[in-house]
């Protein structure tokens, strides 16, 4: 399994910006479909946008779509999570997953709804918290 490491978290102004970054150790995300997910005090983890190895194609959760944007940084190997407009209900600690392990095709894409147990490489979160 590809250990993840996200980076870019932090204290933001509802309204504001902020740029999250995911990175595996060890191992490349090129083939597989890496997703986001989030977890606020006393609720589920849930997940928040996800993006394919094949075509980039992106699944969002509704409370999100239009605010955040998923991309690969084939470059550098990173998956970013770039998220404006954010709000308080936005305060999660954020987590990066990778599809996977092994390679099977189906790994390369999203799933249409974006569940934990369907992601099998996990970072150990960043905090990011909205407030003024």
């Known amino acids: 399994q590809s250990q993840l490491v996200e980076s870019g978290g932090g204290l933001v102004q509802p309204g504001g910006s902020l740029r999250l970054s995911c990175a595996a150790s060890?191992?490349?995300?090129?083939?597989?479909?890496v997703g986001w997910f989030r977890q606020a005090p006393g609720k589920e983890r849930e997940g928040v946008a996800c993006i394919s190895s094949m075509y980039g194609s992106t699944v969002y959760s509704d409370s999100v779509k239009g605010r955040f944007t998923i991309s690969r940084d084939n470059a550098n190997d990173t998956v970013i999570l770039q998220m404006n407009s954010l709000k308080p209900e936005d305060t999660a600690i954020y987590y990066c997953?990778?599809?996977?392990?092994?390679?099977?095709?189906?790994?390369?894409?999203?799933?249409?709804?974006?569940?934990?147990?369907?992601?099998?490489?996990w970072g150990q979160g960043t905090q990011v918290t909205v407030s003024s």
């Open positions: 997953a990778a599809r996977g392990p092994g390679y099977y095709e189906d790994y390369r894409w999203c799933p249409t709804y974006l569940i934990m147990a369907d992601f099998g490489s």
């Open positions: 060890g191992s490349s995300l090129d083939y597989y479909a």
